[in-house]
Every structure is written in structure tokens, then in C-alpha cells.
């Protein structure tokens, strides 16, 4: 019982911090004391899971803001069209061009990222890189890492 306890305390734990909540409030949540909460985050396969929440969180919130976008350009191009104030079609016209920037903008940022990774990959692997980042063959040793 007390196993169930603690890894529901996590769980909460976990949670509080990958919302946003500060320690003190995390920790009440979860109702685990402040020490225990810093002797968990120094911890680093607690906060990767902290960080991987969290990550898993803003993926969401990006997918729903990208199902929500078709439908917010068709009322931004609807009120384009059809405004009879031109300040609302010339809003409407700015958030257009403004998001459409930004998203093409991010676009082509993701694209170059992704060719500078392969391009990255093949120059490490072709330079005969183990999957560790270090020379294939070479050995990690205190007394070869100490002329470095």
C-alpha cells in the first residue's frame, strides 16, 4: 500500500511541476514534504520525467491549436471577405499575412534543422563516430582524457 502511495505522490508530483506549479505548491499537491521534493529533482531521471510531462503537454497543445487553425483562417478569410468595417477586414487581412509569415517562417526553420541533422549524422557517422559521439575504436579512459 505504501508503494501505491508514493508512486501516486509522484505521479502528482510530476504533474504540479510540469503544469507550471511552483515547488511549494507541488509539493503540497502531492503531499510530500519541500526536502523531499528537492532531493527528487536533484534526481536527473526525476526531472527528465518532469521535462518529458511537460514536453508531452505543449505537443498537445499544439495539436489542438492546429486543429483549431483551419477553422480560425476560414473566419479570418470569412471576415476578410465579407466585413463591412474595414477595420475588422483590414485586421483580419493583417492576421493573415502576420501568421502566415510566421508559420512559413517555422516551416522552412524545421526544414533546415532536419537537413542539418542528417547532414551532421552523415559527417559523424562518416567519420567513423560510434552511436556515443566518441571514434569508433577509441576508449574512455581517465588517463586519455587527461591530456585533453
Same mark, same amino acid.
Given at each position: 500500500?505504501?508503494?501505491?502511495?508514493?508512486?501516486?505522490?509522484?505521479?502528482?508530483?510530476?504533474?504540479?511541476? +510540469?503544469?507550471? !506549479?511552483?515547488?511549494?505548491?507541488?509539493?503540497?499537491?502531492?503531499?510530500?514534504?519541500?526536502?523531499?521534493?528537492?532531493?527528487?529533482?536533484?534526481?536527473?531521471?526525476? /526531472?527528465?520525467?518532469?521535462?518529458?510531462?511537460?514536453?508531452?503537454?505543449?505537443?498537445? *497543445? +499544439?495539436?489542438?491549436?492546429?486543429?483549431?487553425?483551419?477553422?480560425?483562417?476560414?473566419?479570418? *478569410?470569412?471576415?476578410?471577405?465579407?466585413?463591412?468595417?474595414?477595420?475588422?477586414?483590414?485586421?483580419?487581412?493583417?492576421?493573415?499575412?502576420?501568421?502566415?509569415?510566421?508559420?512559413?517562417?517555422?516551416?522552412?526553420?524545421?526544414?533546415?534543422? !532536419? +537537413?542539418?541533422?542528417?547532414?551532421?549524422?552523415?559527417?559523424?557517422?562518416?567519420?567513423?563516430?560510434?552511436?556515443?559521439?566518441?571514434?569508433?575504436?577509441?576508449?574512455?579512459?581517465?588517463? /586519455?582524457?587527461?591530456?585533453?
Amino acid at each position: 500500500m505504501a508503494q501505491g502511495r508514493k508512486k501516486k505522490a509522484e505521479a502528482a508530483l510530476v504533474l504540479a511541476l +510540469a503544469c507550471g !506549479a511552483s515547488q511549494e505548491s507541488a509539493a503540497q499537491k502531492a503531499g510530500v514534504s519541500l526536502r523531499t521534493l528537492y532531493r527528487r529533482l536533484a534526481e536527473p531521471a526525476f /526531472a527528465a520525467q518532469v521535462q518529458q510531462a511537460r514536453a508531452e503537454m505543449v505537443r498537445r *497543445t +499544439a495539436g489542438l491549436f492546429t486543429a483549431a487553425g483551419i477553422g480560425s483562417l476560414k473566419t479570418f *478569410t470569412s471576415l476578410q471577405e465579407s466585413a463591412t468595417s474595414e477595420a475588422v477586414r483590414l485586421g483580419a487581412a493583417r492576421a493573415i499575412i502576420e501568421l502566415g509569415c510566421k508559420l512559413r517562417e517555422n516551416l522552412e526553420l524545421a526544414d533546415r534543422l !532536419a +537537413a542539418l541533422e542528417t547532414r551532421l549524422e552523415s559527417v559523424l557517422s562518416g567519420a567513423g563516430f560510434a552511436a556515443h559521439g566518441h571514434p569508433a575504436g577509441s576508449v574512455d579512459t581517465p588517463a /586519455a582524457d587527461a591530456g585533453n
